[in-house]
Structure formats: C-alpha cells, structure tokens
C-alpha cells in the first residue's frame, strides 16, 4: 500500500511539474494573440532557442543540486556566471578576440572565481560559525547594530 502511495505521489509531481509550464504557455499564447497579434514560438529558431535556453538552465540547476545536496548553501552560481561571462567578454573586446575567445576567457573567470568562492566557503566553514543558527544569529547581531 505505501509503495502505491509513493508511486502516486511521484506521478502527481511530474503531472504538476509538466502542467504548470504548458499552462504559462497557453497564457503566453493567449495574451500575444490579443496584443501583439503574433505567436509564442513562430518559427524554427524561436524553439531551438527556447530548448537551448532549457538545456543550459537544466545543466545549472542539476549542478546546483549537487552544492545544495552536499551541504552547502552556495547560491552564488548565477552572479559568478554573469560576472564570468562580463569580465571574459570585456578582456577579449580589449584584445579584439572573437566569440570563441569570449568563451575561453568566460571559463577560465569562470574557474578563477568559482575557486575564489570556494576557498572563501571552505575558510568560512572552518571558522566558528559553523552551524546555520550561529550564521543567523550573527546576521541577525550584524542587523540590530
């Protein structure tokens, strides 16, 4: 009976996890129809760009569940990305490098700063403030000054 149960309730959460983006979908498609007289996807690249967007967004959060599944609470994944991807553009417009470069140089900020983070994270984690109460605690001090 409890394994009927589970089985259930893991059909439900696919149900909901499928049903909620074709809902936003239909929403969207109704709304651009009355206002902009046009589709949500209205050609080929328009889909090749929203799976290629998906597919970038599944592979950030299925390593971010990986952080927050091991313990820590680091959620600075999306700022090091934007600021990885800012600083390795900048340095290769200044060299007048193309994209590929922009990439490479992308990954490398990318690396650098991520080990910077994590460094700190590890150095922080071996100080004492150890447990999430006493991070909270404090910030709560740090705010009441």
Known sequence: MKSK???LKFFKGIGIAIALPVAVLIIMEILIGLFADGHVISSM???KNM???AGISAAIAFGLSMNLTSG???LSLGSQRVVATIV???VASKLGLGGAWVLLFAIIFGL???GIVGFLYVDRKSTRLNSSH???SYAVFCLKK
Do not use: A, T
Request: cysteine-free.
């Open 5 to 7: 149960k589970n089985l």
């Open 134 to 136: 006493d991070q909270i």
């Open 45 to 47: 690249l328009d889909f």
């Open 88 to 90: 390795g553009g900048i």
């Open 112 to 114: 650098i700063f991520g």
């Open 51 to 53: 799976v290629r967007g």
């Open 72 to 74: 820590r609470m680091d």
